[in-house]
């Protein structure tokens, strides 16, 4: 059986990626971020019975020499590590760099010198910038309008290289805005969601008019699976979205009828992004996945965010509700 290296397996979706592929037989070793808390981020809330199943490894995704002990002995690896949260790359672009940029050609030149069968790069949604055309493939133009999506780009134009230059089995996987259980609070669902059950009845947000394309966790976790299976994805981009978009406004009004109908929508000045760099719609193509593999999302909005709710309101003590977090 190939081992699978997971990096960023602490986080959001690499920590359903490790209990997927865990759930699926498969021999996973999670890159988790080295702490002197000793924490493994959501790892920790497994049970002991699964972390038995996983090899853990702590590390940084921005030292080449961790990366590299990490790599040995694997014959995968799915690349999830990065800084991912826009309003914090607007004053620490350096450390996105490191990471985002840095931390990704570590694990390329690592996987060229170990001989990986398949590696996969997580990049976003946001690389594309406000749509120019919809549904957006990925023949879409690139736009950086963040320090967050120009590093993105950075990094899948560096996988690119590596496919093309030495051959390396590289697949960009680009999942569109992706939402559920253990998301940070950071972003835009986990925002509203917090606050209406901390029982506010002033839900601070940012601009209500841009439109998203939202994967459930669990769509997107498969689909980076299903990308795996099959060589046809070598050497490609391929998005990972439900080709349904939402606005912002009309999506808090939703969650806001669920949760507590007597709240409303207040706009925070310190919310909005600077008016070039606000993603104005994003709705992707799912085409392309569609053809590749027998990928298909399972979750409609409504049934993850059910889940995504239940999940919040039973895990509300591990969130800052009073803050505005970036």
């Given at each position: ?8 397996a ?36 497994f ?5 038995r199943e ?24 799915y ?14 672009p ?19 010198d ?10 976003t949604s946001?690389?594309?910038?406000t749509a ?5 493939d ?19 134009r ?19 805005n992706?939402?559920?259980p ?10 509203i ?6 029982g506010?009845e ?27 299976k ?9 998005n990972?979205a ?13 969650l ?23 993603v ?10 569609k ?19 239940e999940?919040f309101?039973n895990?509300?003590?591990k969130y ?7």
């Amino acid at each position: 059986m190939p081992k699978i290296l997971v990096t960023g397996a602490d986080g959001f979706i690499g920590s359903h990626l490790v209990e997927e592929l865990i759930a699926n037989g498969k021999d996973v070793r999670a890159f988790v971020f080295y702490n002197s808390f000793n924490s493994w981020g959501w790892l920790d809330t497994f049970s002991k019975d699964m972390l038995r199943e996983i090899d853990v490894f702590a590390g940084d995704i921005r030292d080449p020499n961790g990366v590299r002990k990490a790599m040995q002995g694997v014959d995968e690896v799915y690349h999830l590590a990065a800084l991912i949260a826009i309003p914090f790359s607007y004053h620490s672009p350096d450390s996105y760099i490191d990471t985002n940029i840095k931390g990704t050609l570590n694990v390329l030149q690592a996987a060229r010198d170990l001989g990986m069968s398949r590696i996969l790069v997580t990049s976003t949604s946001e690389v594309y910038g406000t749509a120019q055309y919809v549904p957006i493939d990925e023949k879409h133009p690139m736009q950086g309008q963040s320090p967050y999506s120009a590093t993105k780009i950075g990094a899948d134009r560096l996988a690119e290289s590596f496919y093309r230059s030495f051959n390396l089995p590289v697949t960009i996987v680009r999942p569109f805005n992706t939402y559920g259980p253990r998301q940070s609070a950071r972003a835009v669902i986990p925002t509203i969601i917090t606050q209406l059950l901390a029982g506010k009845e002033d839900i601070q947000l940012g601009s209500l008019s841009p439109t998203r394309d939202f994967n459930y966790v669990k769509d997107t976790v498969k689909g980076f699976i299903e990308i795996a299976k099959t060589d046809k994805t070598i050497g490609e981009e391929i998005n990972i979205a439900t080709q349904r978009e939402i606005s912002i406004g009309q999506l808090a009004n939703k969650l806001i009828k669920q949760i507590n109908p007597q709240a409303r929508i207040v706009c925070d000045d310190q919310r909005l992004r600077p008016g070039n760099s606000e993603v104005n719609r994003l709705l992707g193509s799912n085409e392309k996945i569609k053809s590749l593999t027998n990928w298909k999302p399972q979750y409609t909005l409504e049934q993850g965010l059910a889940e995504t709710i239940e999940f919040f309101r039973n895990n509300l003590d591990k969130y800052k509700t009073d803050i505005y977090n970036i």
